[in-house]
């Protein structure tokens, strides 16, 4: 254990840090920032992002999992009441460290692109959902993220099964210190009161999406029968009954096709 966050360093932690104001501004304006807001940040690292949002919000909670970081950040913002340094990891942590279950908040971050999805899905999964998420996360991502169908893949489906992701803006490696190798986009999410698909468990559902996606190329009949191990006259059996033709691909897929198949499955099983 190192005195950055476990066995990770400083590269592996994407530590590239935003130095263009005008970036910083286009989040701050993307989240609507208020003075009644809490605010919730991934990844302070030097603070820039974080000073700005903290002039506009009544509360700002930052976690930081580089201990380096959090001991400057600290001093940084010693006298200011309404911003919290939190020592952590955001895929682990605790959220109701972080935010009061009974009031609404935004998640606003310039995302460690190693760990943006498993953030992401983890606060979009969780009970006590933000009411809004601006994220900075890499190009491709984000185009994953606002796919439709005829393009949709994984990420597409775990977005989009809690909210509605827009695309604000790209940003060029050159805005960062050090530059990034890729290119970033900052993204909008409005998160649905609940989500599209009325599951028991999150994984059941998801279950039936990878298993659809484990060959994305192959009709919808092959790859869901390989991915689950059934037999496929049972897929066949299934997908009628879902009113889904056995020959399309996962990527056509709709987020209701998605939710009719699920439905269907666990009343067959
Ligand atoms: N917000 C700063 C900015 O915009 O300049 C820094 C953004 S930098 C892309 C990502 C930050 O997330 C780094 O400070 C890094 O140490 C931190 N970080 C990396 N992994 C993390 C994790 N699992 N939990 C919390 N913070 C993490």
Request: net charge positive; aromatic share 8%.
């Amino acid at each position: 254990m190192n005195q950055r966050g476990g066995n990770l360093s400083t590269k592996s932690l994407g530590q590239h840090f935003l130095t263009d104001r005008g970036i910083i501004r286009r989040i701050l304006n993307a989240s609507e920032l208020d003075l009644k807001d809490h605010v919730v940040e991934i990844g302070p690292g030097r603070g820039h992002l974080t000073d700005a949002i903290a002039e506009r919000v009544g509360s700002l909670i930052a976690v930081e999992i580089d201990q380096n970081l959090v001991r400057d950040l600290n001093e940084r913002f010693i006298g200011q009441t309404n911003v919290t340094i939190f020592s952590g990891d955001a895929r682990e942590v605790d959220f109701s460290l972080l935010t009061n279950t009974s009031k609404p908040y935004k998640l606003v971050a310039n995302l460690p692109y190693y760990a943006a999805m498993p953030i992401i899905r983890r606060f979009l999964g969780s009970s006590h959902r933000p009411s809004m998420m601006v994220i900075m996360v890499q190009r491709e991502v984000a185009h994953q993220m606002v796919a439709q169908p005829g393009d949709m893949g994984l990420v597409s489906v775990a977005i989009q099964l809690y909210g509605r992701p827009k695309i604000i803006a790209h940003v060029s490696p050159r805005s960062f210190r050090p530059q990034p190798k890729v290119t970033s986009t900052i993204v909008r999410i409005d998160p649905f009161d609940s989500p599209v698909v009325d599951f028991d468990r999150e994984e059941n559902f998801f279950r039936i999406v990878k298993a659809g996606f484990s060959a994305p190329r192959k009709q919808l009949r092959n790859s869901l029968k390989n991915g689950l191990n059934i037999e496929s006259d049972i897929v066949d059996k299934w997908l009628v009954k879902s009113e889904i033709d056995p020959i399309r691909r996962a990527q056509t897929l709709t987020l209701d096709e998605w939710a009719r198949m699920y439905k269907i499955f666990y009343e067959m099983v």
